[in-house]
């Protein structure tokens, strides 16, 4: 088991626990250990495996060797991607500034000072009007009803007020 471990523990640090479970099962968990803040959460997955006593000494050994062949690509993948990241930011950062330089170096048109320029005349900008908070007890502005909507809002006034007087529909009908 720990041959298994070796190539693992050369990375990091490793948490192992063995339990009894019930009747004759046993739990062993191998917990990778973080190596410092901020590293992929990915690289820390636990394993569990629970069996009997014969069951984990036959199977245990493969299962730690797929496990840490899985976490140990897992990392080289994790690695290689930074480098490719941190690359391309560098040339992204020497492509800006190669477009900054060539910016900075076109020719200025010169300006004749003997003559003034007449300067554009553009029409005056509206001055925006500042929005205005609405206070918990400010009146709300009216809003104006359509026709249509104040002929619907009375007949509903209406029918609720038929109905008060002579009382629910459907009570006079179960009454009869």
């Given at each position: 088991?720990?041959?298994?471990?070796?190539?693992?523990?050369?990375?990091?640090?490793?948490?192992?626990?063995?339990?009894?479970?019930?009747?004759?099962?046993?739990?062993?968990?191998?917990?990778?250990?973080?190596?410092?803040?901020?590293?992929?959460?990915?690289?820390?997955?636990?394993?569990?495996?629970?069996?009997?006593?014969?069951?984990?000494?036959?199977?245990?050994?493969?299962?730690?060797?797929?496990?840490?062949?899985?976490?140990?690509?897992?990392?080289?993948?994790?690695?290689?991607?930074?480098v490719?990241?941190d690359?391309?930011?560098?040339?992204a950062?020497?492509?800006?500034?190669?477009?900054?330089?060539?910016?900075?170096?076109?020719?200025?048109?010169?300006?004749?000072?003997?003559k003034?320029?007449?300067?554009?005349?553009?029409?005056?900008?509206?001055?925006?009007?500042p929005?205005?908070?609405?206070?918990?007890f400010?009146?709300?502005?009216?809003?104006?009803?359509?026709?249509?909507?104040?002929?619907?809002?009375?007949?509903?006034?209406?029918?609720?007020?038929?109905?008060?007087?002579?009382?629910?529909?459907?009570?006079?009908?179960?009454?009869?």
């Open positions: 088991m720990f041959k298994e471990l070796a190539p693992f523990l050369r990375q990091r640090a490793v948490l192992l626990t063995v339990t009894h479970i019930e009747d004759d099962q046993i739990r062993v968990n191998v917990i990778p250990q973080k190596i410092r803040d901020g590293e992929n959460a990915a690289l820390t997955t636990p394993l569990s495996v629970t069996g009997t006593a014969e069951e984990l000494d036959h199977e245990l050994p493969s299962t730690l060797v797929n496990f840490v062949g899985a976490h140990l690509g897992l990392k080289n993948t994790l690695d290689r991607v930074k490719e990241m690359a391309a930011a560098k040339a950062q020497a492509e800006a500034r190669s477009k900054n330089k060539s910016a900075g170096t076109k020719a200025v048109p010169k300006v004749d000072f003997a003034p320029a007449e300067a554009p005349k553009s029409a005056p900008q509206p001055v925006p009007q929005t205005r908070t609405v206070g918990l400010d009146a709300p502005e009216p809003v104006a009803v359509s026709p249509v909507d104040r002929d619907e809002e009375e007949e509903i006034l209406a029918e609720t007020a038929e109905q008060d007087e002579f009382g629910d529909e459907d009570q006079v009908d179960d009454a009869a």
